[in-house]
């Protein structure tokens, strides 16, 4: 199978392409950079395997939620190429792919993954493996408050949320300590994982359905928001 992945939906810029059992990509954590280097970075990897964007069985990309221009800039790219060349298209989840990292790397079977949002919010979701080593969600992906939302328990926390709310994590606990991984952004790895099982289990779609996942409308508060919240 020939699968290609994009993310850009946070500091990260990540391509992946997985070709004929393997797997070479490209990571960069390049703030505000997505929209000049992705297409550069898509083209070298597939120079480098020799593979044209025709031969692709799907194109996956980062559907969010993140930031609201790199969704876009992902999810542009991963529809141009598709519709280029006449292949379908699969979204995943920011907040599963990160946690889909843990496992990969530290073995992690249950982690929070809460991602700064701004506007005093963050994105937030717990998953757990599956039997396919997969990361699943517990609940439907949430905005909010970092108080609201990251009270409960998990032993892995993740994300930039995590990290620069780490005072409303449940540390206090009895008996229970809590393990907050610093450094993660998506990968593209992780989402060549998730995204080729997704498109095993028949959700592959034509390229002009690929929507973004941004779970509020506002990009940042008002200049009367801000002074309320002071």
Not at 33 to 59: E, R, S
């Amino acid at each position: 199978m020939k699968f290609l992945a994009i993310d850009t939906s946070t500091d990260a810029c990540s391509v992946a392409l997985e070709f004929d059992g393997s797997v070479i990509s490209d990571h960069r954590v390049v703030a505000r950079q997505h929209g000049a280097l992705i297409l550069p970075m898509v083209d070298a990897l597939m120079a480098q395997a020799g593979c044209k964007a025709t031969q692709l069985d799907a194109l996956i990309y980062g559907r969010g939620p993140g930031s609201f221009t790199g969704v876009r800039i992902g999810i542009a790219t991963a529809q141009g190429i598709a519709l280029g060349a006449d292949v379908g298209v699969v979204g995943v989840s920011t907040l599963q792919s990160i946690a889909q990292a843990c496992w990969r790397e530290h073995g992690d079977n249950s982690v929070a993954v809460s991602v700064d949002a701004r506007m005093d919010e963050v994105y937030f979701c717990q998953f757990v493996v599956n039997d396919k080593q997969l990361m699943q969600p517990e609940f439907d992906e949430k905005i909010g408050p970092p108080e609201q939302l990251m009270g409960t328990f998990c032993p892995v926390w993740v994300g930039s949320g995590a990290e620069r709310y780490t005072a409303q994590l449940p540390q206090n606990l009895p008996s229970q300590s809590v393990c907050v991984r610093s450094g993660y952004l998506p990968n593209a790895v992780d989402l060549l994982t998730l995204g080729a099982d997704k498109v095993l289990d028949g959700q592959l779609q034509a390229a002009e359905f690929a929507n973004p996942v941004y779970l509020r409308n506002k990009v940042a508060l008002t200049t009367a928001e801000r002074h309320v919240k002071q």
